[in-house]
């Protein structure tokens, strides 16, 4: 019912930033909410970061905490990661995806609830 294609990512320095965006088609992403992961090469894919549908509350792994942030603009079926003070630890594909509903707990931070997922970006970061 939607596709969600991801863009914004390359190669940045230790210390620098960047800045995903996410965009989708087939629908618009108002009702959704909406979830940032990541997966480095031999590891699961982990939470990034979520806002839900309303933009009013969002969500953070405890790595990037300060340092990251998700925003959303409904107008432009477009949502944003913002990235600072990158680390080498960042390097991973990052991965947007979207659900109906994620639940009022922690299912916001679990892959299992999502139902669309982009193709994902790469984000190199060297130290």
């Known amino acids: 019912q939607v596709q969600l294609v991801e863009s914004g990512g390359g190669l940045a320095q230790a210390g620098g930033s960047l800045r995903l965006s996410c965009a989708a088609s087939g629908r618009t992403l108002s009702s959704y909410d909406m979830g940032w992961f990541r997966q480095a090469p031999g590891k699961e894919r982990e939470f990034v970061a979520a806002i839900r549908w309303s933009g009013d509350s969002t969500y953070y792994a405890d790595r990037v905490k300060g340092r990251f942030t998700i925003s959303r603009d409904n107008a432009k079926n477009t949502v944003y990661l913002e990235m600072n003070s990158l680390k080498p630890e960042d390097t991973a594909v990052y991965y947007c995806?979207?659900?109906?509903?994620?639940?009022?707990?922690?299912?916001?931070?679990?892959?299992?609830?999502?139902?669309?997922w982009g193709q994902g970006t790469q984000v190199t970061v060297s130290s």
């Open positions: 995806a979207g659900t109906a509903f994620s639940g009022f707990g922690a299912a916001i931070r679990s892959t299992t609830t999502y139902d669309y």
